[in-house]
């Protein structure tokens, strides 16, 4: 009940029932990442920014922390506490420090969650429920340490809650005031930026990706390739822009895909399809897969 495909040096080998569509399970991490070091490519970088009308006594009303869809933004607690550590993440502690450098001293209201470049789906909707805030999610543009809140037993509902909840927690423990809780708004037009973090290049996060078998990373992935060539920040978006990537490189049979990370026993791809995707990026492919 199962595939195989032998390559070696541009010769098949051998290989059973390579063209049996099978459940990719974690193996559907490879599509993802083959298509986003296609679309995005291996330097892209994700951008997340906090905006706020800034004094000169370095007083502000409410701070904007703008997501940019940044998978693996962390605090150095969360890393040290993970069973596999985050590689190459983004460091909160620095962006909270380019705040504090910026010349913020007290904020009359809170640190705000901007999530839109996203749909507002925090799960795919096949999944189990039992798969939802453990094997992966909720999902979205602004998130932090997976949607974990330091201290918390359980993550709440909205990620860029959690994600403000973290930020303003670093900002106070730097001694900036907070007159309010954090909290998940919109944007205004017109406020300005006044620090932002940028991440490691697309390259080292699908490594992470793939070594880690990072389901929320996988899927947020998957969302930034929908926005980036659909101008939707969706699951539905990433999948139609996967399907003509294995068309566009007559790579047969074309896999059929229900998210970006293999948590769906309702993907289906064949040892084939993997062979030729793999031959098709094989340089680029090859140092970042797990050893």
Known sequence: QSCVAIDWMGTRLGSVSPSKALIPASATKLITAAVALEVLKPEFTYTTKVHGSLDAAGLVSDLFFVGGGDPIIVRNEYVASEKYPTTSGTSLEKLADSLVAA?????????????????????????????????????????????????????????????????????????????????????????????????????????????????????????????????????????????????????????????GSGLSSSNQASCRSFMELLNSQASQLAPLLAI
Do not use: C
């Open 103 to 259: 010349g913020l001293r007290r904020v009359t209201g809170s640190v705000v969650g901007v999530d839109t470049r996203y749909d507002s789906l925090r799960f795919v909707e096949v999944w189990p429920d039992e798969f939802h805030y453990t094997e992966a999610g909720p999902l979205g543009a602004l998130v932090v340490d997976d949607g974990v809140v330091l201290g918390q037993n359980t993550k709440p509902d909205d990620p860029a809650v959690s994600a403000a909840i973290e930020l303003q927690n670093l900002l106070s423990a730097r001694g900036v005031l907070f007159g309010a809780l954090a909290r998940r708004d919109v944007l205004p037009p017109d406020v300005p930026e006044i620090a932002s973090i940028q991440s490691a290049p697309l390259s080292a996060i699908v490594q992470e990706m793939m070594v880690n078998s990072d389901n929320n990373t996988a899927e947020m992935v998957l969302k930034e390739i929908g926005f980036s060539k659909k101008k939707s920040g969706s699951t539905a978006a990433g999948l139609e822009v996967m399907s003509q990537y294995f068309l566009d490189k007559k790579i047969s049979p074309v896999p059929t895909l229900i998210d």
